[in-house]
């Protein structure tokens, strides 16, 4: 069975400084990768998604991600947070087909220290 | 496009009563997803939807959880009788037959007391 796991219950960094977030999965094949953001009240939002080709790939705010087969990896980076990037951030993993059902990991909280 | 609309966006109701939850999704988007937010548990997926038929129903708790679809633009999913413990948010997604990823909605936040 599919199953993403987030290790990182809670991260705090101070602003400006940088963020990696952990994401590890297990699947039967390489799945379609996502990463999510979740705001106080708000839905989730994606921030992006790896398909296939260069296994860095970039998304919106200012993140990226990098694709590592061998460590069936796909951490969220950023090299310099804001504020505004306090939130719960939530990797996901699909399969390579119609239906787009996805599993997510646990989520990761960060919160920002000015 | 708005986006997915759901509603109410807060519901709080008394232990028994049945409590409607209602999904708009994206025009032309033909998968549909309900899913449970929980403190506890995360993310849980409660049932999708492909073409308005329901594909997989396996996250429904119990009976006391239906979900239809009754149209391409309209889904909802009911509690009846509602118990505390089904406090949470729910939200729906949708996305196209493409792996986009999915579109959520702002959630409803139900409250059973």
């Known amino acids: 069975a599919q199953s993403v796991t987030q290790p990182d219950i809670h991260i705090t960094v101070s602003e400006g400084a940088s963020l990696e977030l952990r994401c590890n999965y297990s699947?039967?094949?390489?799945?379609?990768l996502f990463w999510y953001v979740q705001s106080p009240g708000q839905g989730l939002q994606l921030l992006l998604k790896?398909?296939?080709?260069?296994?860095l790939v970039q998304g919106i705010k200012g993140f990226e991600a990098e694709f590592k087969r061998s460590q069936s990896s796909f951490n969220l980076r950023k090299p310099s947070v804001h504020w505004s990037d306090a939130a719960e951030y939530f990797c996901a993993v699909g399969p390579r087909a119609a239906g787009n059902k996805l599993t997510f990991g646990g989520g990761t909280r960060v919160l920002v220290k000015p | 496009d708005a986006g997915v609309i759901q509603s109410p966006r807060h519901e709080v109701t008394e232990m028994g009563q049945e409590v409607t939850l209602r999904c708009k999704p994206i025009?032309?988007?033909?998968?549909l997803f309900w899913y449970r937010q929980t403190m506890m548990r995360g993310l849980e997926l409660l049932i999708y939807?492909?073409?308005?038929?329901?594909?997989?129903d396996s996250g429904m708790p119990e009976d006391r959880f239906s979900a239809k679809m009754p149209n391409a633009s309209f889904s909802t999913l009911k509690i009846q009788p509602s118990e505390p413990r089904d406090s949470a948010v729910y939200f729906c997604a949708s996305s196209s037959d493409s792996p986009y990823g999915y579109t959520f909605g702002s959630g409803t936040r139900l409250t059973v007391v």
């Open positions: 025009s032309g988007h033909d998968y």
């Open positions: 699947y039967g094949a390489t799945p379609y």
């Open positions: 790896y398909f296939s080709g260069d296994t």
């Open positions: 939807f492909n073409n308005n038929v329901p594909i997989d």
